[in-house]
């Protein structure tokens, strides 16, 4: 998962890039990265960090020009502690060509080899977006081969892409003096849409709150496969570059990872989480009577929407019962001591008195390893409730997601291989209510019916592009990204609230 951006206009973008990279701060913290195009030269700045953080005003100062791209970095393949994998990515041939994307391949290893033995090419990280930037170069060389680039071409390179790469991917790129092009998998798992600004600007971006709130107009969402190619005057080409597009956004987008106030593929993430809550609730009557809850509290942040529906619906009180302490981020490490880890006691702290002598439903958006959520637990028992009932927006996280989102492997997954009594044993609450998979599916899906399905993979083990095995999936687990201790945490409870990033 990471935020990704692309402009064009007749004046100097680089405030504008980013404010929009702030809007999207939510879909990675690990690094941040902004290049812009002035005459045929590229200028970029990348660093680990967050946007406030990488660039300074010396920084903003030395990346001029009208048109540029950047992206908020959160790792999932590669090495999250390497400078060099921050993006954007840069080759020098065909053109000059930079790129950001916001997705997961997983046929990155078999690409890479046949970048150096076929295409002969050279990758210098471990990032598959790098891949992709060399895939898509030789195939833009092809199309060219030594001629003006036209927008057919790009679009000739694109179909070649669809052809030949495998995963998630949505993708921005600069080629030098001639454009910006973005495009979609086949399956559009990763979201991606466009707008104008009333000077003309067209932006194109993950999220539509990353238009609106940088004053563009949303226009439309880039369609699974297309391309859209827009030339720096502002003209704008679009073709369908794939065989078979189907939409199957990812349903994590909705549960989890995007903002509330934006609208992906034409489903208000809002709305969606509302909905998830109600079917929800229906799913805490058959399990908990509600005259035996007292309060409905939520763990901040996403889950505020289900539970306030949930709680309406039920008609049980909401409360909330957890601050969540904002500005936590790496431990500080004098030299010479050891790592402390942090706990979930430093990053949520309990309103004591909207737990005490209380039967409590906890709400949160969902459940990956469990152990958040059994410490969380622990701290309402701490706080004086007399039950603690732990309800989720979503289904049982079973499955590993290969697409883009840090999943981690089978046997880290509290729910995979248990039955919800085992899940509930091990997190220690008093009753385990989780959201069914085809409730889940129909309370998203309901808000745009012109949607194919979703990939759901991590909660059905249904993967979309249909080349995942177990074996595949073991493979892609070597290249995961891990923590290390005293490394940046960015587990969720250590996120800025995505309604305020």
Do not use: W
């Not at 007292?294 to 601050?323: K, N």
């Amino acid at each position: 998962m990471c935020g990704i951006v692309g402009v064009v206009s007749t004046t100097p973008v680089n405030q504008l890039i980013y404010d929009a990279l702030l809007l999207l701060q939510h879909r990675g913290q690990d690094a941040a990265g902004i290049v812009t195009q002035q005459e045929r030269k590229f200028f970029m700045h990348k660093a680990k960090g967050m946007v406030r953080d990488v660039f300074r005003t010396r920084n903003m100062r030395a990346l001029p020009g009208t048109v540029g791209l950047g992206q908020v970095r959160y790792p999932t393949a590669g090495n999250a502690y390497s400078e060099e994998e921050a993006q954007p990515f840069y080759v020098n041939a065909p053109f000059g060509i930079v790129l950001v994307h916001n997705g997961n391949l997983t046929n990155a290893q078999a690409l890479r080899s046949e970048l150096f033995l076929t295409d002969h090419r050279h990758t210098n990280t471990e990032s598959d977006s790098e891949v992709l930037l060399n895939v898509f170069a030789h195939e833009l060389e092809r199309a060219t081969r030594g001629v003006p680039l036209q927008p057919d071409d790009v679009f000739a390179a694109v179909r070649a892409v669809h052809k030949r790469i495998k995963g998630s991917y949505a993708v921005i790129a600069l080629i030098a003096g001639h454009g910006l092009l973005a495009f979609r998998d086949p399956h559009g798992i990763r979201p991606l849409c466009m707008g104008r600004g009333a000077d003309g600007t067209v932006m194109v971006g993950s999220e539509s709150v990353a238009l609106e709130g940088t004053s563009h107009q949303f226009e439309r969402n880039i369609a699974p496969g297309e391309a859209v190619f827009v030339t720096l005057d502002g003209t704008v080409h679009s073709q369908q570059c794939a065989e078979a597009p189907k939409l199957h956004p990812c349903i994590f987008e909705f549960v989890y990872l995007a903002r509330p106030d934006s609208v992906l593929d034409g489903i208000s993430v809002y709305q969606a989480r509302l909905n998830l809550g109600e079917t929800l609730a229906k799913r805490v009557v058959s399990t908990v009577p509600p005259n035996e809850i007292d309060v409905v509290i939520p763990i901040p942040e996403s889950s505020r929407p289900s539970a306030t529906q949930l709680a309406h619906l039920l008609g049980i009180p909401y409360r909330e019962g957890f601050v969540k302490n904002r500005y936590v981020g790496r431990t500080f490490i004098m030299p010479g001591q050891g790592v402390r880890k942090k706990s979930v006691r430093q990053k949520l702290n309990v309103i004591g008195s909207e737990f005490k002598g209380r039967n409590v439903l906890l709400v949160d958006d969902s459940i990956v390893r469990g152990t958040t959520s059994r410490e969380i637990v622990q701290m309402a028992r701490d706080a004086g409730a007399r039950k603690v009932y732990l309800a989720s927006a979503a289904p049982p996280v079973r499955y590993p997601n290969v697409y883009g989102i840090d999943m981690p492997t089978s046997s880290e997954l509290v729910a995979h291989g248990r039955t919800v009594e085992e899940v509930r044993q091990a997190i220690g609450c008093d009753a385990l209510i989780y959201q069914d998979v085809e409730a889940m599916k129909k309370a998203v899906g309901s808000l745009n019916p012109l949607l194919d399905g979703f990939d759901a993979s991590c909660f059905d083990g249904v993967y979309v592009t249909g080349d995942i095995t177990a074996e595949e999936i073991a493979r892609l687990n070597e290249g995961r990204v891990g923590k290390e201790e005293g490394e940046a945490d960015t587990s969720r409870l250590t996120l800025p609230n995505a309604q305020e990033a």
